[in-house]
């Protein structure tokens, strides 16, 4: 259908690095980074310099430039481990953000053709969503595809993206507990195609490939809920998937859509699902209380931005989650800090 | 070796709806030969529809329908494939598949052709998860499993009620999208079966398509389309836009994607428009009715929401048009018949 053109000095790629040698990742990726602007983050537990190699157009970030940036308030905000890259939000000025963890390369389709995450997500920012009405015949933007019969063309306009959740082949983003089932379970299926998730509908927002458009959701990226012992594995991770729902949220009451589908990366082998078994997650219970939660959670009509909603968010966990368990009062806190200091880092220009 | 007999042998039906002729079947041999076949025939009933040999069938032409349902038989539509539903009253299997006859055996991108009974009893089988969605897709399927973040609390999953499949070659679009893309043909095979979230509607399509009797059976009605009606090719929309409605409050799964079939012929987009054309108007209000439709917690069964779903009907979009009245006249009708043909079991 139309042709999607893409402005190089429209995107940010934004890497948060949690091991000090990039040159392998930053190889393997630069067919498809290059062209852009790269904010790569060091997590601030890192010692030492990173080995990055040459080439690239980049501005790196580390612990002194978060504490001289973000100051005091980085005692409520926390950027180690998996959340650094949010500090790459904060400073990026483009429309469109791409983030990949550092253990990750590009996949190759079924066609053992090696594909371009960073011009799919791209493409599937710059698309339209719909997330009113399920097509079943997936995206039906994509060239070779369309709506189906039955599908009311009142709603075939779509409404803007806002976010672009991509998939991951070997390793996928299984939580401990089924990994540690399934040692063996890989993921080798290639699914060819994106959909919108629909409106209403949550999700599991894996921070491990992601695009955003941070002019509509930027804020909603947050670096909220953690565990007490969030590491440096996903298996022990829950900001992405706590943020996530509230970005879908966001998404829902502002009239934008989610998709998730292709770009596949693949996934490196890094830590043992046992070992994250072994470790105490008071939040993966509590995760499951807050499902309800997000479900039935409305905004009110003056939420006009993103800022907006997560303040409102921020209020109604207090209220409503607050009484449960403290983590979710400090998450609270955590999102109201954070808006601030966006709208402060922003103001700052 | 002794191959293990085919799965749901006598617990499956499949219903053909057909006005020229079975050819089609030859194909479908490997595939569909162990299973009890129901033949709707719709238009001339004087004519004769041969069988391929080897099939084991019952066939019903109009002349069938009226005996067996006498008045009731106005609920069922002539000329249009929408007369497949009375294979669906008729049948006494807790399971059905549907497909048309222009539909034959798709191949993957392996090259093997793909047995889409297998994949929809596969699909039937197993659970949905219309709770909260799975970035990888159904989480039953081998290779495949719940994402991190998935709350372990709904993965158990629900009954799957409907399996939707799809179609390589002639893809299912509307007149309007055939007119302007004649060319077009589905060449991308998705890997993937997907459960449709709760409170999200789809176009239903019923070319290619299973479902469990037992458990949404009744709503599985096609309307009233064709011959003396204002409208056609919105039969399979509105089952499922109402099963939809009655799965989400009834707590199934209704899944999509896998198994493709290959759709061979292209009907006419002028002959199409004139059918669909009221329907693109009135599929404006239709949507928003469904969308917003809630059925009360006393209809427990699939009959009573059905029915309380034809009186919504009736009340709201009556005022759409006068068709929708005789429509909702015809779901009562057809909700009688069902319970007539099909008492209900002694526990």
């Not at chain 1, 710059?126 to 994509?142: E, K, M, R, W």
């Not at chain 2, 006494?92 to 055996?105: E, G, Q, S």
């Not at chain 2, 009736?314 to 015809?330: H, I, N, R, S």
Request: hydrophobic share 40%; aromatic share 12%.
């Amino acid at each position: 259908m139309s042709q999607v053109i893409i402005k190089d000095d429209e995107v940010d790629i934004v890497i948060g690095a949690l091991q000090s040698d990039l040159t392998s990742f930053m190889e393997e990726w630069r067919p498809f980074f290059s062209r852009f602007h790269l904010i790569i983050v060091q997590d601030p537990d890192l010692k030492g310099d990173l080995k990055i190699p040459e080439g690239f157009n980049l501005n790196l970030y580390t612990k002194s430039d978060i504490d001289r940036v973000v100051g005091p308030v980085s005692n409520s905000i926390s950027f180690s481990g998996y959340s650094c890259r949010h500090f790459g939000y904060l400073m990026s000025r483009k429309k469109y953000i791409i983030t990949v963890d550092d253990d990750c390369t590009p996949a190759r389709d079924t066609n053992n053709k090696i594909t371009d995450a960073v011009s799919q997500h791209i493409i599937n920012l710059t698309t339209p969503a719909t997330p009113f009405f399920f097509n079943t015949l997936y995206d039906p933007y994509v060239d070779g595809s369309d709506f189906v019969r039955g599908y009311p063309f009142s709603l075939r306009t779509g409404v803007e993206c806002g976010l672009s959740c991509g998939l991951w082949l070997n390793l996928a983003d299984l939580d401990a507990p089924t990994q540690a089932l399934k040692p063996e379970l890989r993921n080798s299926r290639y699914v060819d195609m994106v959909l919108t998730v629909p409106a209403r509908t949550m999700l599991p927002v894996s921070g491990i490939n992601i695009g955003f458009n941070s002019e509509l959701v930027g804020p909603a990226l947050m670096p909220a809920f953690r565990l007490a012992k969030e590491g440096k594995l996903r298996w022990e991770t829950v900001e992405d998937i706590w943020s996530g729902m509230c970005v879908k949220v966001v998404c829902d009451h502002l009239k934008i859509g989610v998709k998730s589908g292709v770009p596949y990366v693949w996934r490196q082998e890094r830590g043992n699902a046992v070992e994250s078994l072994k470790k105490e997650w008071e939040g993966v219970k509590l995760m499951e209380d807050v499902v309800p939660f997000f479900q039935g959670l409305r905004l009110s009509e003056g939420a006009v931005t993103a800022e907006d909603c997560v303040g409102e968010i921020a209020s109604k966990v207090k209220e409503v989650l607050g009484g449960n368990d403290p983590m979710f009062a400090r998450a609270a806190e955590t999102m109201v800090e954070w808006i601030k200091l966006w709208k402060r880092v922003r103001a700052a220009e | 070796m002794a191959a293990a007999p085919p799965p749901l042998k006598d617990e499956l039906d499949i219903v053909i709806p057909t006005i020229r002729n079975l050819d089609f079947l030859e194909m479908w041999r490997p595939f569909f030969e162990q299973y009890h076949l129901i033949i709707v025939q719709d238009g001339d009933p004087s004519k004769t529809i041969s069988v391929p040999q080897g099939f084991d069938y019952e066939l019903y032409n109009r002349n069938d329908i009226n005996r067996i349902l006498g008045p009731k038989a106005s609920c069922i539509s002539f000329k249009d494939s929408a007369c497949r539903c009375f294979g669906y009253m008729v049948s006494k299997k807790k399971y059905i598949f549907t497909i048309d006859d222009d539909c034959f055996v798709a191949k993957d991108p392996t090259g093997k052709q793909i047995n889409a009974l297998e994949q929809h009893i596969k699909n039937l089988l197993c659970p949905s998860t219309p709770l909260f969605f799975n970035t990888l897709y159904d989480p039953f399927r081998e290779g495949a499993d719940f994402v991190r973040g998935y709350p372990f609390s709904l993965r158990e999953g629900v009954p799957t009620a409907v399996s939707h499949g799809l179609w390589m070659n002639i893809p299912d679009y509307d007149a309007p999208t055939q007119l302007v893309k004649p060319r077009e043909r589905n060449t991308r095979y998705v890997d993937a079966v997907l459960t449709i979230p709760k409170g999200t509607l789809f176009p239903m399509c019923g070319m290619n398509l299973a479902f469990d009797r037992d458990l949404i059976g009744p709503a599985m009605y096609f309307g009233l389309m064709g011959d003396g009606q204002p409208i056609g090719r919105y039969d399979d929309m509105w089952a499922g836009w109402c099963i939809k409605v009655i799965c989400d409050h009834l707590g199934l799964g209704v899944k999509t994607g896998l198994p493709y079939i290959w759709h061979s012929k292209a009907s006419n987009p002028f002959v199409n428009l004139k059918k669909e054309y009221k329907g693109i108007f009135w599929q404006e209000e239709i949507i928003p009715f469904f969308q917003s439709a809630t059925l009360s917690k006393e209809s427990t069964t699939v009959q009573k929401c059905y029915v309380e779903l034809s009186k919504q009907v009736k009340e709201t979009l009556g005022k759409v048009d006068p068709y929708f009245v005789k429509l909702a006249d015809a779901m009562e009708t057809w909700i009688q018949a069902w319970d007539d043909l099909n008492p209900a079991k002694a526990n």
